[in-house]
């Protein structure tokens, strides 16, 4: 059964960097599509990044094209989201997340999530 711990948040000023980790175990980690989203206080979860299963496709929410860049390691089952040039609307708490699917990056496919990792960005 896969398990999926998040972490690398905290607290950091705007314009700076995060890097977030999502430790998997389990047999199908390397065979689908990953996820990272993230809930804000008192708003929906929201789709942020994917990646297929080899890394050969990518895809972003608008609002962090250019900032954020989602990778994975299938060796080590880790899946990882760069975050630059924070801003304080990306405060949330980020999830990562497995998909059904091993090609599409549909958001609507996630079926498995981790706890969460909180992240502000604040002055």
């Known amino acids: 059964q896969l398990q999926l711990v998040e972490s690398g948040g905290g607290l950091v000023q705007p314009g700076q960097s995060l890097r977030l980790t999502c430790a998997a175990s389990?047999?199908?980690?390397?065979?689908?599509?990953m996820g990272w989203f993230r809930q804000a206080p008192g708003k929906e979860r929201e789709f942020v990044a994917a990646?297929?299963?080899?890394?050969?496709?990518?895809d972003y929410v608008d609002s962090v094209k250019g900032r954020f860049t989602i990778s994975r390691d299938n060796i080590n089952n880790i899946l990882y989201l760069q975050m630059t040039s924070l801003k304080p609307e990306d405060t949330a708490v980020y999830y990562c997340?497995?998909?059904?699917?091993?090609?599409?990056?549909?958001?609507?496919?996630?079926?498995?999530w981790g706890q969460g990792t909180q992240v502000t960005v604040s002055s």
């Open positions: 997340a497995r998909s059904s699917a091993s090609f599409s990056l549909d958001p609507d496919n996630f079926e498995s």
């Open positions: 990646i297929n299963w080899n890394g050969g496709s990518t």
């Open positions: 389990g047999r199908a980690f390397s065979s689908y599509s």
